[in-house]
């Protein structure tokens, strides 16, 4: 049953260029060459390092919790009809989302190289507040880009990190979200290169990081294919996870990438609807294009610009994504959707009160598409979610949109 | 022999150092940019640098972002800069204009046809900040096709054995990053700007030209004393913004950049050769 992946295609991506296919690459500027060399050059050291997969583990078990739960929604799919719904608990992680998978990673990186200064991007805030918590623990001076939008939506979040002790830098530049924030982000390490680890939290940005937050958090898959066989006796019929750089989303796919029968649908934000075009969904509806350091699918204009993006979710709100997914979507081993606001907004409605469980909002687009796939399946077929997130950080969003005060 | 690499010869041969201005194509506003372009070398400059903007320019400063975000609000497009470029040509022939932005304009276009539209509008040279030796083949064959210069950038920490993998693909000039940092940031360090060219020197014969940093006359005083050229950039789109902001016209605006320009070729001319 087991299959080696490194006997497939999909081990030989990305290359020694960093391309998965014609995707990803290091497109940036000549100050931060040499610092992504240094950083590819350790990483590929202490990844078959014993003594650094030992302390990754460990920390991985008794600090962020894991392996997380492979939990069947029995009350759910049987409202629905259709397949049994499985629901990875990302939700359930020290800091509530996958998020802290790959930082606790980058942060045992950091240590290595002797860095004192960690700084990351955030858009809804779960990885910035997974770096600071990193931080904190290491003993790390921590600062966290975040766009002034976000600043105002995720305004819990962005007390959180101030708890935890790192510093939040608004972004009032560009469309003051995410990919502002990443911008600033690589304006800070360009700068500070000499004494800062850049903490990017998906699997975006130049090669070696599309790899190796990849690699950090196929944790997720790696768990869930295990106990899908303990629990069920057999792999998925099908995945389903919300992109928006896309870090879950591959977490969860790529230990199952080999394995035919299992079928994958990312999860893109349709924000009022792809035509209307505020949205978030480059694989659906962008084109290839250059940002970020990577060659990817892009959400841009006639003349290259990259536009706005729309999503009630500030997680998803990004008009790129990560390369590794631009290559599925092309050789067609990925199906890539989207779900809409109001749709997303409807399964975190429906999941709190059906199985007691508040997703993040990010993670109710995932939901909202396996709930249209699961009826159109039979109830011998399983179906794992990624539930990425818990949604305590969008009650204020929520709450808004049903017209409620506090 | 190309536009840029014949005015470095005429310069060399005339001991002058080259003043680069910056200026991002459409800022402030999108009849200023060609006027601006032959004032500039009226006032001294030697080559144009114009900046295509874009809407994630990630290596620029505060100011430049601005410069980059009133140019995009002004509607300009990387379609529009080689129309300025089409119109500076009519009355100038020979000041090479360098294009300096970010990969994903050109991407879009498609190198051929950005080659094909550049050389026919009368583009010397093309610098995109975040493609680098690795990625930049293709662009380069394009490029080649039609008689560009591809200008690259070597930073503070670009590796010694990496130096030579740029400078052998590089052509018209080498364009050195003074400083860790973004551009119009203020802590220029000639001793050690001096250092790292004695490094390209020793791997290429190719003009050095230094940019980031250089804010006014004894800054470009300093570094012409070190290098072939000098670019200038933030200050002179700071100078514009803040005339401006006064409640200045353009004119204004021209005025004041070509002020300073001129004050800074005074101080680089002032380098006794």
Known sequence: ?406 | MSRLAGRFQQLAERGRKALIPYMVAGDPALDVTVPLMHAMVRAGADIIELGVPFSDPMSEGPVLQLGHERALANGVSLRTVLQMVSEFRKEDTDTPVLLMGYANPVVHMGYAAFANAAAAAGVDALLTVDIPPEEVAPVNAELQRVGMDNIFLVAPTTPTQRIKRITDIASGFIYYVSLKGVTGAGHLDIEDVAYHLGLIREQSSLPVAVGFGIKDAASARAIAGVADGVVVGSALVDAMACAINAGGDSEKAMAAAISLLAEIRQGIDSVPS
């Open chain 1, 1 to 406: 049953m087991t299959i080696d992946l490194k006997q497939t295609p999909f081990a030989s991506v990305p290359d020694a260029d960093g391309r998965f296919g014609v995707y990803g690459g290091k497109y940036v500027a000549e100050t931060l060459m040499s610092a992504l060399a240094e950083l590819e050059a350790v990483y590929r050291k202490l990844s078959v390092d014993p003594a650094f997969q030992k302390e990754l583990d460990e920390d991985l078990a008794h600090y962020v919790g894991r392996p997380s739960p492979l939990y069947e929604a029995k009350r759910w799919s049987a409202s629905i009809g259709g397949a049994r719904i499985f629901l990875k608990r990302e939700d359930l992680n020290h800091t509530g989302a996958h998020k802290v998978n790959n930082t606790v990673g980058q942060a045992l990186l950091a240590k290595h190289m002797g860095k004192p200064r960690v700084i990351a991007e955030t858009g809804a805030g779960q990885h910035g507040v997974a770096t600071a918590t990193i931080a904190a623990r290491l003993g790390l001076k921590c600062q966290v880009f975040m766009g002034e939008e976000d600043v105002r939506r995720q305004a819990l979040n962005v007390y959180r990190m101030k708890l935890l002790g790192a510093e939040v830098l608004p972004v009032t530049s560009g469309s003051r979200t995410l990919k502002d924030a990443m911008n600033e982000a690589m304006r800070d390490w360009v700068t500070n290169v000499d004494d800062t680890f850049y903490i990017i939290g998906t699997v975006a940005g130049p090669h070696p990081y599309p790899m190796l937050v990849r690699d950090f958090q196929c944790v997720i898959g790696r768990e869930a294919r295990r106990q899908a066989l303990d629990q069920t006796g057999r792999l998925p019929d099908a995945l389903v996870a919300c992109v928006g750089g896309g870090s879950n989303a591959i977490g969860l796919f790529h230990p199952f990438l080999a394995d035919e029968g299992v079928a994958m649908y990312g999860v893109e934000a349709g924000g009022h609807g792809i035509a209307s075009n505020q949205h978030a969904a480059p694989l659906t509806a962008g084109t290839p294009g250059v940002l970020h350091g990577n060659r990817t699918y892009l959400m841009q204009d006639a003349d290259g610009q990259i536009m706005h993006t729309h999503s009630v979710s500030a997680g998803l709100d990004y008009p790129g994504v990560g390369p590794e997914h631009s290559w599925l979507k092309d050789i067609g081993r990925v199906n890539y959707v989207v779900a809409n606001d109001d749709e997303a907004l409807r399964a975190f409605h429906t999941l709190t009160r059906v199985e007691g469980i508040m997703p993040a909002l990010e993670s109710s687009h995932a939901l909202a598409y396996a709930e249209k796939l699961a009826a159109q399946m039979s109830p011998e077929q399983v179906i794992v979610v990624n539930l990425s997130g818990r949604g305590d950080k969008d009650i204020h969003t929520v709450a808004q949109i049903d017209g409620i005060q506090f």
